[in-house]
């Protein structure tokens, strides 16, 4: 999500009513952090293959196309129906024909209003949708529609190996909770959201939600087929968050998709309960867990229709999570992206790092740090601290993660300033992919603070797709010698 924009409005609305390389060796976890960069050569600019307009720095031998510019305002989509908008976020790749690629793309939208798009939408009255894009390997679009749509703050998902995408909304609004952050109300929302739903590569979602995988603030999701488990995390922006496994009822390697009636968990540290891991970690840190179970992971609350509902927005969207707490689960901060490497489960904590936190944090986030990598072992049953940043020239709140054909670890980050695409190796070294360097293109002004979300590769390797999330969304497609920078 956009922490910066959160941050600012909270601020106001407060002073208003106030007055890669490889993938890590758990065998060999990373040594110290430090602030060096591994030699793999320096960025440069590199114009855009669309039009020539420099947009991004790129290493040596790098070229990209970028498209789905919303700068000069939303844009009708092959489809003929559906007004593009922006926010541009979490994002999959798929094999289609004749060696194209399918894209499945989140758009984070806020707020009730009219739902958009083609197809009958899971809420009338929620803007969030779901696009899928036809693109040649260099970035062209050969076709575009709506997939999904009718919900809310559609953030990050993962990519199953079964075909599919799973999204996540990162919110709980519904008509039966109170307004959120931006205090807009909800009574004309339609139907509950903070749910998980499914998307096939190329086609159609039933806009049916899996509500047994929890009614959370959903980013990010990513599945073991050793265990049949879907991994799932939360940003639960001002408040503790939780890391979850959600164990649907049928295997969808044999079913194609993930069904409802499942089993919810949330991790727990071994012999500490409700550890504050978004606090200080070393490097290699590591921690016996265990899992416990959530026993009503899709909460209905009271309400009368048309009327104001009871509950507060801050109570909705931690009931799930304090189930988990009541039993001891972990606390993280904010968790955002994930994926599956070599056998861990790798993980990020936006806010992760420094001094543990002593309650909710509204306003600035819940974590006092730049940022933390984990890895999870569902052999061993561990929790590693692969990585923790001790600044933000080295890496500054890590969003959307994905790994690269060869394994690497691939971070978008969401920070204040200059934001990157970074890559992490086995020594814990955080190295430049991609840097920022779009400018509004009537005003000149920079958009470096723009965040990068939504990385993923090819199924050949071949093509990093990542977008730029915010009001003027933008894709790219970039190219190059991905083995000689380490990627």
């Known amino acids: 999500m956009d922490v910066v924009d959160r941050r600012t409005f909270l601020r106001r609305t407060?002073?208003?009513?106030?007055?890669?390389?490889?993938?890590?060796?758990?065998?060999?976890?990373?040594?110290?952090?430090?602030?060096?960069?591994?030699?793999?050569?320096?960025?440069?600019?590199?114009?855009?293959?669309?039009?020539?307009?420099?947009?991004?720095?790129?290493?040596?031998g790098f070229k990209y196309r970028s498209f789905h510019d919303t700068e000069s305002g939303p844009q009708l989509i092959d489809d003929g129906a559906t007004v593009l908008p922006g926010r541009h976020d979490g994002m999959a790749a798929f094999s289609a024909p004749d060696e194209n690629v399918w894209l499945i793309r989140n758009h984070e939208i806020n707020n009730p209003g009219a739902a958009v798009g083609v197809g009958t939408p899971y809420d009338s009255m929620a803007q969030g949708i779901t696009t899928t894009i036809l693109v040649t390997p260099f970035g062209e679009v050969l076709d575009a529609f709506t997939s999904l749509n009718g919900t809310q703050m559609n953030c990050a998902g993962g990519a199953t190996p079964w075909g599919t995408w799973i999204m996540g909304e990162e919110t709980v609004n519904g008509p039966d909770v109170g307004a959120d952050f931006t205090g807009v109300s909800n009574v004309p929302l339609t139907q509950r959201h903070g749910f998980i739903f499914e998307v096939p590569a190329g086609g159609q979602s039933n806009r049916q939600p899996v509500t047994s995988a929890g009614r959370f603030a959903h980013e990010a999701a990513t599945w073991n087929s050793d265990e049949n488990a879907l991994y799932l995390t939360e940003d639960n922006f001002g408040f503790p968050s939780g890391f979850y496994r959600y164990f649907p009822p049928t295997d969808p390697m044999k079913t194609g998709r993930l069904a409802d009636g499942g089993r919810l968990q949330?991790?727990?540290?071994?012999?500490?309960?409700?550890?504050?891991?978004?606090?200080?970690?070393?490097?290699?840190?590591?921690?016996?867990?265990?899992?416990?179970?959530?026993?009503?992971?899709?909460?209905?609350?009271?309400?009368?229709?048309?009327?104001?509902?009871?509950?507060?927005?801050?109570?909705?969207?931690?009931?799930?999570?304090?189930?988990?707490?009541?039993?001891?689960?972990?606390?993280?901060?904010?968790?955002?992206?994930?994926?599956?490497?070599?056998?861990?489960?790798?993980?990020?904590?936006?806010?992760?790092?420094?001094?543990?936190?002593?309650?909710?944090?509204?306003?600035?986030?819940?974590?006092?740090?730049?940022?933390?990598?984990?890895?999870?072992?569902?052999?061993?049953?561990?929790?590693?601290?692969?990585?923790?940043?001790?600044?933000?020239?080295?890496?500054?709140?890590?969003?959307?993660?994905?790994?690269?054909?060869?394994?690497?670890?691939?971070?978008?980050?969401?920070?204040?300033?200059?934001?990157?695409?970074?890559?992490?190796?086995?020594?814990?070294?955080?190295?430049?992919?991609?840097?920022?360097?779009?400018?509004?293109?009537?005003?000149?002004?920079?958009?470096?603070?723009?965040?990068?979300?939504?990385?993923?590769?090819?199924?050949?390797?071949?093509?990093?797709?990542?977008?730029?999330?915010?009001?003027?969304?933008?894709?790219?497609?970039?190219?190059?010698?991905?083995?000689?920078?380490?990627?």
């Open 14 to 60: 407060a002073f208003a009513a106030g007055a890669m390389a490889v993938a890590l060796d758990p065998l060999r976890l990373v040594g110290p952090a430090t602030a060096s960069r591994p030699v793999f050569g320096e960025l440069g600019p590199v114009p855009d293959l669309r039009d020539g307009v420099v947009r991004l720095w790129l290493p040596v």
């Open 266 to 487: 949330t991790l727990r540290v071994v012999g500490q309960p409700n550890a504050h891991l978004e606090g200080n970690q070393a490097n290699g840190a590591t921690y016996d867990v265990d899992w416990v179970d959530i026993a009503d992971p899709n909460p209905t609350f009271p309400y009368t229709p048309g009327q104001p509902a009871p509950t507060s927005n801050d109570d909705a969207i931690s009931y799930v999570g304090n189930q988990g707490r009541a039993q001891g689960a972990a606390g993280f901060s904010r968790l955002e992206g994930a994926t599956l490497s070599k056998g861990l489960v790798y993980f990020d904590a936006t806010q992760g790092g420094g001094a543990v936190e002593p309650g909710p944090q509204p306003i600035t986030g819940y974590g006092n740090g730049n940022g933390q990598i984990w890895a999870f072992d569902p052999v061993e049953q561990t929790l590693t601290c692969a990585f923790q940043s001790p600044g933000a020239a080295v890496l500054d709140l890590p969003d959307n993660l994905t790994h690269s054909p060869r394994g690497t670890i691939v971070i978008c980050e969401d920070g204040p300033g200059d934001n990157y695409v970074r890559g992490l190796t086995r020594d814990g070294e955080v190295f430049d992919i991609a840097l920022n360097r779009l400018h509004n293109s009537l005003t000149g002004a920079p958009r470096f603070a723009d965040e990068f979300a939504g990385a993923t590769f090819s199924p050949d390797g071949h093509t990093l797709f990542v977008n730029i999330q915010a009001s003027q969304g933008i894709s790219f497609a970039i190219w190059g010698p991905w083995g000689r920078i380490g990627v």
